[in-house]
């Protein structure tokens, strides 16, 4: 059963829009929440993250939402580069686990 | 900065071969983690450690095992390779548990 859900494979953004990518979690427990952004041939590397604690969080062109009653978080890039283009995983943990549990990710291109 | 290294970066196997990913990471982090990267399935975590002397399964650990003897290392052992061991592994450490930092990956394929 997937914890943690990203439901659109991939994305496509004109440079200078918004980008949002959504994720959706199952476990009620998850209370931290992440983005990690990877390009290819390389490790994924952390974005931003939020605690459950807090409804938004923001760090330049990068802010993330999100709705706990609805298990809902997203980011959004504002404004979208041509470097932003690469796969973007949602990640989730929790202060009784001890792993963080990734969603399959979503590819975002960014077109000139 | 070296962070987390891995090594090899590719590798070649033959079904039924053994071979050992090597990891090791210099920010004193305690916890440390083995994900691979199938196409289109994300990262599934195999196994991880929140200390030395301590490991435990992650979501697909079947065909792999573990040691932390170190803080540093934390190498993760492939026995008689299958061709669905083919993917991308990625090591990572933590200092909390929560925000992860990963390795530039070891591409496997078994064949």
């Known amino acids: 059963d997937q914890q943690v859900k990203q439901n659109s494979p991939s994305l496509s953004v004109q440079e200078g829009r918004i980008s949002i990518l959504n994720c959706d979690y199952t476990?009620?427990?998850?209370?931290?929440f992440l983005w990690y952004k990877k390009y290819p041939a390389e490790g994924p590397t952390f974005l931003i993250s939020?605690?459950?604690?807090?409804d938004k969080n923001e760090d330049g062109r990068f802010t993330v939402f999100l709705n706990k009653s609805a298990k809902h978080l997203s980011l959004h890039i504002v404004p979208s580069q041509p470097g932003d283009s690469a796969v973007y995983f949602c990640?989730?943990?929790?202060?009784?686990?001890?792993?963080?549990?990734f969603g399959p990710g979503t590819s975002l291109s960014v077109i000139p | 900065n070296a962070g987390v290294t891995q090594t090899p970066k590719f590798r070649i196997l033959k079904i039924g071969q053994s071979m050992t990913l090597q990891c090791t990471q210099d920010?004193?982090?305690?916890?440390m983690y083995w994900y691979r990267q199938d196409p289109g399935m994300g990262l599934k975590l195999i196994y991880y450690?929140?200390?030395?002397?301590?490991?435990d399964k992650g979501e697909v650990p079947n065909g792999y095992n573990v040691s932390r003897s170190t803080t540093e290392d934390f190498p993760l052992r492939l026995e008689l390779a299958a061709p669905s061991q083919t993917s991308v592994y990625f090591c990572?450490?933590?200092?909390?548990?929560?925000?992860?930092?990963f390795g530039e990956g070891s591409w496997l394929t078994v064949v």
């Open positions: 990640a989730a943990s929790a202060a009784s686990y001890d792993k963080v549990i």
């Open positions: 990572a450490s933590s200092a909390t548990g929560n925000t992860i930092y």
């Open positions: 450690s929140v200390g030395a002397g301590i490991t």
């Open positions: 476990n009620s427990m998850f209370d931290y």
């Open positions: 920010m004193n982090h305690n916890y």
């Open positions: 939020i605690s459950s604690i807090k």
